[in-house]
């Protein structure tokens, strides 16, 4: 597994990042289209721009297993109007930059997730289908695949395993998968370790996450420290052969520290210890 830097943690300057990396031991990052002022002025990447941003992070020997879009008119995507079909072609634009640029997963968030009773949850549900469908078939032509992370907060739609296996089962494209979030399933009353089977082929990226509850909110904690047991969890990744990225993300935020820089390395040297014990 690669211990990786997520999007928009300790900085979004690529040469800081890449000088974090190399300092912590991280050898896999997810970047941000937002990082790049040109993608971000025309709304989306092109291939050129991402190579040529790769270059740094390949000399370094880091890799890019992720990118995060310039944008998420999420609600847009799956409105059957001008203004959807033009924010789902800014999308596709960003899967076949990736595909070309060699980037294997772009990331995002679940088009609707809001429902107030079951009536709606059972039509936002057919709807996100729709555009899961959509979006996978131009996701498989461009060679990349789609890394679907939960939406905050837990009330909205797609969060536990059930929620995400309702999609996976509806468009089983091995190209539909998910950001396996430590936190996000906990919160949702599962044993991390246990959903993780039934849902090892379609987890495509790993958020290292530790949280303790209370009955009116849940503290971030730094890994090993709290209920969800991560170095349990990241064993069972390993043993059905789970080989990418896991990214410690939530930390807390130690004084003094900026856009925890300080919480990621200790979390990171975690995540070290616990790969150098399964090895």
Request: aromatic share 8%.
């Amino acid at each position: 597994m690669k211990i990786c830097l997520r999007t928009h943690m300790v900085s979004d300057n690529p040469t800081e990042r890449i000088g974090y990396c190399q300092s912590v031991g991280a050898t896999a990052v997810q970047e941000a289209c937002r990082s790049i002022p040109s993608a971000v002025e025309r709304g989306y990447p092109t291939a050129a721009e991402l190579r040529e941003y790769r270059q740094p992070f390949d000399a370094a020997g880091i890799e890019i297993i992720g990118l995060e879009p310039v944008k998420e008119p999420v609600r847009a995507w799956c409105d059957p109007t001008p203004e959807g079909e033009a924010a789902f072609d800014v999308f596709v634009r960003h899967l076949e930059a990736a595909g070309e640029a060699g980037i294997p997963v772009v990331t995002l968030h679940p088009p609707l997730d809001d429902a107030k009773d079951a009536a709606e949850a059972a039509d936002q549900l057919a709807r996100n289908v729709a555009f899961y469908e959509r979006a996978i078939a131009r996701a498989r032509q461009a060679g990349v695949k789609l890394a679907t992370h939960s939406p905050w907060p837990p009330s909205k739609g797609l969060w536990g395993a059930r929620e995400y296996r309702n999609v996976f089962e509806a468009v089983p494209a091995p190209e539909n998968g998910m950001i396996f979030c430590f936190g996000c399933m906990h919160m949702s009353g599962y044993d991390v370790r246990e959903v993780i089977r039934p849902l090892i082929d379609r987890i495509f990226f790993v958020h290292v996450r530790d949280v303790v509850m209370h009955p009116d909110h849940v503290d971030e904690v730094f890994p090993g420290t709290g209920e969800v047991k991560p170095a349990s969890a990241l064993r069972v990744l390993h043993e059905l052969g789970y080989r990418g990225a896991i990214a410690p993300e939530h930390l807390p935020r130690l004084p003094g520290d900026n856009r925890n820089a300080m919480s990621m390395a200790w979390a990171a040297g975690y995540c070290r210890a616990v790969l150098n014990d399964l090895s």
